[in-house]
């Protein structure tokens, strides 16, 4: 699919980073899992991360960074199973959260609003 295809948009520009990062989320049984994994891609809308837990899509996840605590609300997007050993999970942010990530340079098109 060719870039300038309007479905293959994103709200912000991806980079592609590998960040340990913690998740928290409530599972249908009301079991509450917490699980240590990687991203794989940031956005300042969400990103990609593998997990081994199987999450629903529209399942309430938070993400804290390890390195300053830092926590954020976020919901899955869509979950697939490239491998039997994990389950890559796109999940967004309730609100942009650039700053989440330790990106130096962000892109252009993550600037938020001051409110």
Same mark, same amino acid.
């Given at each position: 699919?060719?870039?300038?295809? $309007? ?11 590998? +960040? /340990?990062? /913690?998740?928290?989320? #409530? ?6 899992? #917490? ?8 956005? %300042? ?7 081994? %837990?199987?999450? +629903? @899509?529209? =399942? $309430?996840? !938070? ?5 300053? =605590?830092?926590? #954020?609300?976020?919901? &899955? *997007?869509? *979950? #697939?199973? $490239? ?5 890559? @999970?796109?999940?967004?942010?309730? /609100? ?5 990530? $330790? !990106? &130096? ?5 993550? %600037?938020?609003?001051?409110?």
């Amino acid at each position: 699919m060719p870039a300038s295809d $309007p479905s293959n948009r994103r709200r912000s520009e991806r980079v592609m980073l590998q +960040m /340990r990062i /913690r998740v928290k989320t #409530e599972m249908v049984n009301r079991a509450h899992v #917490e699980e240590d994994t990687t991203t794989l891609v940031v956005n %300042a809308h969400g990103g990609l991360m593998k997990l081994k %837990a199987e999450l +629903m @899509v529209g =399942q $309430p996840i !938070v993400l804290i960074n390890p390195h300053n =605590q830092m926590k #954020e609300s976020c919901r &899955v *997007v869509r *979950v #697939e199973q $490239p491998t039997p050993e994990y389950f890559t @999970v796109a999940f967004e942010f309730e /609100r942009p959260s650039p700053k989440f990530w $330790p !990106v &130096v340079f962000p892109p252009a098109d993550w %600037a938020v609003p001051e409110s």
